[in-house]
């Protein structure tokens, strides 16, 4: 199994700035930091939606300010973002956004350093796909910023694969990590849960066995379903109602009872099991802490087969991560 840290969390800062203000924001990350948290995930676009202006950057500028007012933080936590779905006006997100054309990428990065008030990223995610750029342009475009590693979220495995060997034959770093949502539910094929605005945004087998093969990380963004696990005020959402996660959520019920666990932090746990990264967007103090109890379970050999073999288990085998 593979071993469970406190710096296997990451801590999703999507909201922070916006939803989530900026007192709170600060205290969720110097809880985190405490906590033995590492990696915070942000992007250049977050939280357009949610902010006044119809831009992101809100989460970026908080994230920021909050580097500056801790001195010596910077050098014990890693700092990923995201570059591509900023919309180009308020309003205009999906069909009219910065996308990853060489100019794109490199006036996005540059705008990321300045709100984060740093000089270097640890790492740097594709957001999403932009069929109107070859992604070997893209794959050149990354080439000398000042980030140490490159992922992509939201591609298919097809197209990772093509980006993948464009910067092996030049000779640059090729991506080494993924970043999609997964959680234990699986949603009815053919439909996307809420928050997942991508066709390709759900981890798949295709995508696993990829990243499996490949050595890559793989980074779960709303494994959680927002709290819907267990917030009795949210309900799980329309597109994982069939009848295999029914069965799903009964051995989830089951295997949470025995570990006197939340269901999320079950969830947790398994995912970390399986070598996937979670991701808490988490608004509250006492989300994150129950976010790090749940990395810690410590969930038997015979409760994760259980978890894995309610339907079927070939796609679950483990894989290597950082
Ligand atoms: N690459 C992408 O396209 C993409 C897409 C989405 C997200 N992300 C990344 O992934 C991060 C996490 O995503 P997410 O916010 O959607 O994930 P999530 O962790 O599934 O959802 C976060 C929400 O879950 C609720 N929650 C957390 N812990 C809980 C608990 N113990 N009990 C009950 N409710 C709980 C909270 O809702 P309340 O605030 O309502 O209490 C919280 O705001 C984001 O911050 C972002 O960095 C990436």
Known sequence: MTEVKPSSLVLGAMMFGTAVDEATSFALLDRFVERGGVWLDTADCYAFWASDTGHGGDSERVLGRWLAAR??????????????????????????????????????????LDRLGVDRVDLL??????????????????????????????????????????????????????????TYLR??????????????GVLSDEQADYAAEHGMDVWAYTPLLSGAYD??????????D???????????DEVAKEADAARGQVVLAWLLSRGIRP??????????????????????????RRLDEVDRSDWAAPYAQR
């Open 71 to 112: 001195p010596g933080i910077r050098s014990k936590v890693r700092i990923a973002t995201k570059l591509g779905a900023e919309p180009l006006e308020p309003g205009s997100w999906p069909d009219r956004r910065e996308g990853l054309s060489p100019a794109a990428v490199r006036t996005a990065f540059a705008g990321s």
């Open 125 to 182: 995610w594709l957001h999403q796909e932009d069929r109107s750029v070859p992604i070997e342009e893209t794959v050149d475009a990354l080439d000398g910023l000042a980030a140490d590693r490159f992922g992509i979220s939201n591609h298919p495995a097809w197209l990772v694969e093509r980006g993948r060997a464009h910067a092996r034959s030049v000779g640059a770093r090729p991506f080494d990590a993924l970043q999609l949502n997964a």
């Open 187 to 200: 949603p009815r094929p053919g439909t996307l849960p809420p928050g997942v605005a991508h066709r390709f």
């Open 231 to 240: 917030n009795p005020r949210k309900d799980i959402p329309e597109a994982y």
């Open 242 to 252: 069939h009848p295999g996660n029914a069965s799903r959520l009964a051995v989830l």
């Open 279 to 304: 991701m808490l967007g988490g608004s509250k103090l006492v989300q994150l802490d129950a976010a790090f109890d749940g990395v810690a379970l410590e969930l038997s050999a015979d409760q994760l």
